[in-house]
């Protein structure tokens, strides 16, 4: 397929891992092969993801553990807590293998990815399949794939290649205009990629329900009446490509570490010694995209569910320097901590936040502001060195708890088959 200027249209791919998170667990389980399986968020207090029996039983996604426990043991359904080092080391392998198969590829999700098939022979659905059997093969996991010449009607493709996917074999090329037409006629407009719920009242005003009917407004109208990404949208959903592939992540304009804790919090120590945990692994991220920050958040609240004294307050804390010293960072934490604790409460959640990253050599700093000094960067990158080599946590600062009572709860834990050598998957000899 080519243009009017007689190159290749661009075609897109988006390739998604058919319910992640419960294929992963019965990967490293092959006897629940066939049972119902779900995996529970933090704490283990919704349901996140299911398997397709999960999904036969009428289970939906966000429903609360505890409403539902006895209706997932009156149906023998299995329950994991989230094991997020697992999903992202088998999800890596995945990215891996797609992205030798195709130009480029950019990493969308945690499961997700979008790869450019421009100039690939045809037919591109069944090179699409091939892709699939390598990853099938390679990783255990098998994907959905959506094919469009823009990355909007991609994501569309891949929506369809799960609601057929008994049909489709979980590949479907959306590339020919009758084909386009057929599918976003019966796609609800809040499926649409961009769109969702909070856009779906205004649409529904001007008569618009489905992809179909949002694809024939006028771009430049629904720029003026709502913004610039929804006419993108309106854009790409008529086949004009918007969107580039993204090849590398950009960099976060903050980095935020935040988690309800195992159980409520009463003392400023415990509270702290979590709070010094959200630095330390926020101030790896930053390092990570070699960025510093200039300003730090911190935030406690109590549970405003149930019964109890209510309470929630933040602050922003000043740094003496832009800075990724995790060393300097919890100090400034701690001080706004103290600030905006209150005895009295039962705190559920801490968060801490780091604001105003500016990229390492690409910014000028005033002639007389103090800077990091260079024995803050011989340390840190020893520090990293050292838990790249030997694994998160080997070395942490001194108030980083090593086994906190607070921590998220997940009793339901499986083993890091992958990444913790005590936990190998084993094979028992017949």
Known sequence: ????????????????????????????????????????????????????????LGLKMGEPYFKVRAFLEEHGVVSFSSNYTLYGEVTARVQDTIAGMVPSVEKYSIDESFADLTGLPEPLAEYCRCIQSRVLKWTGMRV??????????????????KVWRDKTGGVVDLRSPHASEWLLKRMPVEEVWGVGRRLKARLADERVQNAWQLSQLDPAGVKRRYNVVLERTVRELRGESCLDLEEAEPDKQ????????????????????????????????????SSLAGHLQVGIQTSFHGEGAKYARSIVCALPYPTDDVRVLTASAMRGLEEIFRVGFKYSK??????????RGEFTADLFSPEQPPAADSVMAVLDQINAKWGRGTLRPAAVAADPRWAMRRSLLSPSYLTDINQLWKVKAI
């Open 1 to 56: 397929m080519v243009d009017v200027a007689g190159k290749p249209r661009p075609s897109f791919a988006l390739i998604d891992c058919n319910n992640c998170f419960a294929s992963v667990e019965v990967l490293f389980r092959p006897e629940l092969r066939g049972r119902p399986v779900v995996v529970l968020s933090n704490n283990d207090g919704c349901i996140i993801a299911r398997s397709q029996e999960a999904k036969a």
């Open 144 to 161: 959905g794939i959506g094919i469009g010449h823009t990355k909007t009607l991609a994501k569309a493709a891949q929506h369809a290649s």
């Open 254 to 289: 903050s980095i935020c570490c935040s988690r309800m804790f195992g159980e409520r919090i009463t003392t400023l120590a415990a509270i702290k010694a979590a709070v010094a945990t959200y630095v330390d692994r926020a101030a790896g991220k930053l390092r990570k995209q």
């Open 350 to 359: 801490a968060e801490v936040l780091l604001m105003d990253l500016r990229k």
